[in-house]
């Protein structure tokens, strides 16, 4: 069994940072593409920013420039740096990773962390 487990929610006030950090443990062989989405009340789950295997990253147009992804795949562990937190950036941020092959099953399934909340005051 996977576990994705998220860590670095909080309040902040506009224009300040906060660090997401998310570990995938279990079995795991190996995850391909890893990211962040979010919802916020009234929304859809949209994708913030993504990066795979390899480092390539995708941001969505909200947040280029201000949020950073990166990855550490010794620890299967995906951080989202976020800067200068604007109001509308509030809402439950949740951890995901694609096709991560688990042994001994040697499947390739889809995860969801359970969320973490990032609220920014105006």
């Known amino acids: 069994q996977v576990q994705l487990v998220e860590s670095g929610g909080g309040l902040v006030q506009a224009g300040g940072s906060l660090r997401l950090s998310c570990a995938a443990s279990?079995?795991?062989?190996?995850?391909?593409?890893m990211g962040w989405y979010r919802q916020a009340p009234g929304n859809k789950r949209e994708l913030v920013a993504s990066?795979?295997?390899?480092?390539?990253?995708n941001y969505a147009d909200s947040v280029k420039g201000r949020f950073t992804i990166s990855r550490d795949n010794a620890k299967n562990t995906v951080y989202l740096q976020m800067n200068s937190l604007k109001p509308e950036d509030t809402a439950v941020y949740y951890c995901?990773?694609?096709?991560?092959?688990?042994?001994?099953?040697?499947?390739?399934?889809?995860?969801w962390g359970q969320g973490t909340q990032v609220t920014v005051s105006s």
């Open positions: 990066i795979t295997s390899g480092g390539s990253t």
């Open positions: 995901n990773a694609q096709r991560v092959l688990t042994f001994p099953t040697m499947t390739a399934k889809e995860y």
């Open positions: 279990g079995r795991i062989l190996s995850i391909n593409d």
